[in-house]
Every structure is written in structure tokens, then in C-alpha cells.
């Protein structure tokens, strides 16, 4: 039985009592798809192919912790659709031009109860850290979240190959 998971980046309270004004709002500059290629690995992460279902192609991931975040999903009846890197996003935040581009792009039939209590919805992208270990501020996840939504009208989540099984952290 997978159970339900309510994931949220909170500060601490002692950083959420200083913060005095509001943070600026990200502005959406630019959207491509296809920009961002997996690269090949030749140092000591473990990019490479990861497979999905039978006879469908294997897709391209950049580490091990992504390849196990794609077979949890894929194992999952309701999971349709997987595409790695799916689009790279351009946006304007704190007085600086930054990318970012996605892990992955999820489609559901129906979406799991656990996934949807974590924000997402049949179509929706991912970002993939190793469990327990999500290194992104509130302000800078809010960020991601927020630029992410204007630009596909999907909403970003953050999975690990434990909480892509149901795992709850």
C-alpha cells in the first residue's frame, strides 16, 4: 500500500521570523524545448540510459538516483509518459538571467494519491534529489515552481527513487 506524502521546503523558523519583506517574484524570460541534452558520462557519475517499458526506447538520465526515480515511476500503472530534460526555462529573479531545465516530464492516467498530495497533477515536470538530501531554499524552490508554472501551466515537483515509490521522508 503506498502512503500518502505531504512534502514542502520550509525554512527554519528562526529564518522565517527575520525575512521582513517579501521576496521578488520570478519573471519568465524564455521556454525551449530540446535544449539540454543528457550528456555522456566520463567522470564518475553514473549518467546513461534508463528503461522504461517494453519495447518503448530507453531514455537518456543523468545519474543513478534519476535512473531509479524512472523505473519507480514507470513501474506505476497510471504512469503514461516519461521524457528526460524535457525543456530548459529562462527567467529573471533577484537581478540575474538564470536556466533551469527539469529532470523529467511525467504523464499520468489517473495521478497516485501519494504524487498528488505532493502537487502533482496527470501532466507535471519533475525535479530529482537524493532522499533527504533536497539542497534548494524555500525562496529558490518557490522560484523554480513559480517559473515553471507560467511557462507549461504544469506544476514542478520534487521526487527521490524512495519518495517515486510512496516512501514518506
Known amino acids: ?11 527554519p523558523a528562526s ?12 519573471t519568465l524570460i524564455a521556454v525551449q524545448s530540446g535544449f539540454r541534452r543528457v ?12 528503461v522504461t517499458w517494453p519495447g518503448a526506447p530507453s531514455v537518456r538520465v ?15 500503472p497510471e504512469c503514461r509518459d516519461i521524457t528526460t530534460q524535457p525543456l530548459t526555462v529562462w527567467y529573471e529573479w533577484r537581478g ?11 504523464t499520468f492516467s489517473s495521478v497516485p494519491g ?3 498530495a505532493m502537487g502533482a497533477e496527470s ?17 529558490v524552490w518557490e522560484a523554480l515552481r513559480d517559473v515553471i508554472r507560467a511557462a507549461t501551466g504544469h506544476p514542478l515537483i ?10 514518506v521522508p
Open 123 to 139: 501532466r507535471c515536470l519533475v525535479e530529482v534529489k537524493p532522499f533527504g538530501r533536497e539542497r534548494l531554499t524555500q525562496a
Open 158 to 167: 520534487l521526487l527521490s527513487s524512495r519518495t517515486a515509490q510512496g516512501e
Open 62 to 76: 543523468e545519474s543513478a538516483e534519476e535512473a531509479r526515480v524512472v523505473h519507480a515511476l514507470v513501474a506505476r
Open 1 to 11: 500500500k503506498m502512503k500518502s506524502l505531504a512534502f514542502a521546503h520550509r525554512p
Open 39 to 50: 550528456p555522456l558520462s566520463y567522470g564518475r557519475h553514473h549518467g546513461g540510459y534508463a
Open 96 to 106: 540575474r538571467v538564470r536556466r533551469y531545465t527539469p529532470d523529467l516530464a511525467v
Open 15 to 26: 529564518s522565517a521570523v527575520a525575512m521582513t519583506r517579501a521576496e521578488p517574484r520570478p
Open 114 to 116: 501519494d504524487l498528488q
